[in-house]
């Protein structure tokens, strides 16, 4: 059974770079038609999408923070991580790694169908 | 890029009721729509994709409709443990954006 565990800093500086891990267990995230992606959720608002990587290295990523963001891997440790730089408070949230799945008998729909529990990342001084 | 509109924003309903919440979005989507249930302090949960297919594990009381840009999520006979947020998302291309979400609560 496959499972995804985020890791990282719980605070972060202003102007500093948020670092964060997934863990991937059970299951290869080199093997298979998966996307690996992170989303996150201020606290009392909703989900916004951050990027995704495939396991082949290509990358999409929110015009939003595409400038600070880049995702991506380790297959020896099977992780993913997620580097957003130049954060302000407004980077403060929770931050979910998810796997992308998708299924379809002539194309491809995609979901989200796997998620890490979550990990709370302040940005403070 | 595609955004997602949800409504109502919050529902007020009773064990046993049928609800509906609606997810429009600003351009043609077909089918590539997924629904998702949030509990507070809880990762999202898979209900629906590609608008009507029902996540494996997941009550028939759930069903999803639509296409293009207006779908629906519709919950049968309210449970108590229905009441949560639910958010739509387009998977038909990157960026995906989600829906603000809707909050269910207990009349």
């Known amino acids: 059974q496959v499972q995804l565990q985020e890791s990282g800093p719980g605070l972060v500086k202003p102007s500093q770079t948020l670092s964060l891990t997934c863990n991937v267990s059970?299951?290869?995230?080199?093997?298979?038609?998966?996307?690996w992606s992170w989303v996150r959720q201020p606290a009392g608002k909703g989900l916004e999408w951050i990027g995704r990587?495939?396991?082949?290295?290509?990358?999409n990523y929110n015009p939003s923070l595409k400038s600070r963001v880049t995702i991506s891997e380790d297959t020896s440790k099977n992780q993913f991580s997620l580097n957003l730089r130049s954060v302000t408070a407004a980077d403060t949230a929770v931050y979910f790694c998810?796997?992308?799945?998708?299924?379809?008998?002539?194309?491809?729909?995609?979901?989200?169908?796997?998620w890490g529990r979550g990990t709370l990342v302040t940005v403070s001084s | 890029d595609t955004q997602m509109t949800q409504s109502p924003s919050s529902l007020s309903a009773s064990v046993g009721d049928r609800v509906a919440i609606t997810c429009r979005a600003s351009?043609?989507?077909?089918?590539?729509l997924n629904w998702y249930q949030q509990k507070p302090g809880k990762a999202p949960k898979l209900l629906i994709y590609?608008?009507?297919s029902l996540q494996s594990g997941v009550p028939s009381r759930f069903s999803g409709s639509g296409s293009g840009t207006d779908f629906t999520l519709t919950i049968n006979s309210l449970q108590p443990e229905d009441f949560a947020t639910y958010y739509c998302?387009?998977?038909?291309?990157?960026?995906?954006?989600f829906g603000q979400g809707t909050k269910l609560e207990i009349k």
């Open positions: 059970g299951g290869s995230i080199s093997r298979g038609s998966y996307y």
């Open positions: 998810a796997r992308e799945s998708n299924w379809g008998p002539r194309v491809d729909y995609w979901y989200l169908d796997l």
């Open positions: 998302q387009q998977s038909y291309s990157p960026p995906r954006s």
């Open positions: 590609a608008a009507s």
């Open positions: 351009q043609n989507i077909g089918r590539y």
């Open positions: 990587m495939y396991s082949s290295g290509s990358t």
